[in-house]
């Protein structure tokens, strides 16, 4: 409800390859907000990551892994309504491995994701946020089949299991399992 000068800082770097090759690449990217008039609303946020590719004859390794830490504002939707935002993180990494054969190409992939919840306050009384924490695996395959230069039929297949280490005592653990497919065709850099 009351207004405040702002500071915002925000630097990043971006390191890249452009080898024929093989490939690498760096981000790191940093969001320092400081409220002058509000100091607990003052946030850092930052993200890492690191990733990579290594061409096997006619195949691709590619290997990524992340870190975002940000925090979740009041303001915004499904959001609570904290004294201070929310501080999360999330933690990423993820493996593919291209294999092609003619006109077709078959890219199996794992994901592995970490979500963390850091505690707030709600009208001063602590609000401990930890039942939304959750450790996601994903593992699928993406087909593709060339029927001509850029354009191209393709299936997608991916299973998730979704885990709450620390579910709320009032309710039953949100665990899942999904299954998800996707068919169409990607015609000229569009996906239909």
Same mark, same amino acid.
């Given at each position: 409800?009351?207004?405040?000068?702002?500071?915002?800082?925000?630097?990043?770097?971006?390191?890249?390859?452009?080898?024929?090759?093989?490939?690498?690449?760096?981000?790191?990217?940093?969001?320092?907000?400081?409220?002058?008039?509000?100091?607990?609303?003052?946030?850092?946020?930052?993200? +890492? =990551?690191? =990733?990579?590719?290594?061409?096997?004859?006619? &195949?691709?390794?590619?290997?990524?892994?992340?870190?975002?830490?940000?925090?979740?504002?009041?303001?915004?939707?499904?959001?609570?309504?904290? $004294?201070?935002?929310?501080?999360?993180?999330?933690? $990423?990494?993820?493996?593919?491995?291209?294999l092609g054969s003619g006109r077709w190409t078959a890219i199996p992939f794992l994901r592995g994701a970490r979500f963390r919840y850091g505690d707030t306050t709600i009208q001063?009384?602590?609000?401990?946020?930890?039942?939304?924490?959750?450790?996601?695996?994903?593992?699928?395959?993406? +087909?593709?089949?060339? +029927?001509?230069?850029?354009?191209?039929?393709?299936?997608?297949?991916?299973?998730?299991?979704?885990?709450?280490?620390?579910?709320?005592?009032?309710? #039953?653990? #949100?665990?899942?399992?999904?299954?998800?497919?996707?068919? =169409?065709? &990607?015609? $000229?850099?569009?996906?239909?």
């Open positions: 409800k009351r207004g405040s000068w702002t500071v915002a800082t925000r630097p990043s770097l971006l390191l890249a390859t452009d080898w024929p090759r093989d490939a690498f690449g760096l981000q790191v990217a940093i969001a320092d907000t400081r409220y002058l008039s509000q100091p607990a609303q003052s946030r850092t946020d930052y993200t +890492l =990551g690191v =990733g990579g590719a290594v061409d096997i004859g006619r &195949d691709r390794l590619t290997l990524a892994a992340s870190r975002i830490v940000a925090h979740q504002d009041r303001t915004g939707l499904d959001a609570l309504a904290s $004294d201070r935002p929310v501080r999360m993180s999330i933690d $990423d990494a993820r493996a593919s491995y291209d001063g009384a602590p609000a401990p946020q930890s039942y939304r924490d959750r450790d996601v695996a994903e593992a699928g395959v993406a +087909l593709r089949y060339e +029927l001509a230069p850029r354009r191209e039929a393709v299936a997608h297949l991916r299973a998730a299991r979704t885990s709450y280490p620390r579910p709320s005592a009032a309710a #039953p653990a #949100p665990d899942s399992t999904g299954l998800r497919m996707l068919l =169409g065709v &990607d015609y $000229d850099d569009g996906m239909w």
